[in-house]
């Protein structure tokens, strides 16, 4: 039977990506999204102290909207020595007008932000992703789940800046020991892997 879920973004980016991770989970899945309810975008506001307390908010503010188990999600990137790192954006963009930026001036800054960690590092230090999951159901049930991508962020680009996530021109991942922007399509989805089975774990729950 086809199971249904719900995803609590309207980011097109991050739409695409569950999209293709959960094709990887192996799950016969559709996905809905808000732009396909008609449903009006709702900002959070995520003042959790954990990852998974924001992927909860995130996923009860479109609680009682639709009739379907809602999939949201929190990332945060650690770097050794520095623990989670804090609202990069904010700390990027210095109190610049994010609006009046172009995405290439955004990922520029940030691009830097992470350079400069890694130099104050000697160049080379130890970091992951971190993210946590979140399914609720109808019935206001949670389940969770969580996945950690080790990689090693450098003071080096190894490619072309990744628009929504400059930080992949910088690391070098754990799993494939290739930097992320040189990835094949399958070593994309070693790296991913600790995502996939994340969601597999989620999906097992009856939907």
């Not at 206001?140 to 072309?160: C, M, N, P, Y």
Request: net charge neutral; aromatic share 6%; glycine share 6%.
């Amino acid at each position: 039977m086809r199971k249904k879920i719900f995803l609590a973004t309207q980011n097109e980016g991050k739409i695409e990506r569950f999209k293709d991770l959960i094709r990887h989970t192996g799950f016969d899945v559709e996905v809905f999204t808000p732009l396909d309810l008609k449903i009006e975008d709702i900002e959070a506001e995520e003042n959790g102290k954990t990852l998974a307390e924001n992927a909860e908010i995130k996923a009860r503010a479109y609680f009682g909207k639709v009739a379907m188990p809602i999939l949201a999600n929190d990332t945060g990137f650690f770097v050794e020595g520095e623990g989670l790192v804090d609202a990069p954006k904010r700390i990027a963009l210095a109190g610049k007008n994010e609006q009046t930026l172009t995405k290439k001036e955004i990922g520029k800054a940030l691009l830097e932000f992470w350079r400069k960690i890694a130099k104050k590092h000697g160049g080379k230090v130890d970091a992951a992703w971190i993210e946590a999951f979140v399914l609720l159901d109808p019935d206001g049930t949670i389940h969770t789940a969580d996945s950690k991508r080790e990689v090693i962020l450098t003071d080096q680009e190894f490619g072309e800046t990744h628009i929504q996530m400059p930080v992949r021109a910088l690391y070098i991942s754990k799993a494939t020991n290739k930097p992320a922007v040189q990835h094949t399509q399958k070593e994309e989805q070693l790296e991913m892997k600790p995502i996939i089975d994340a969601l597999s774990r989620l999906l097992t729950t009856p939907l």
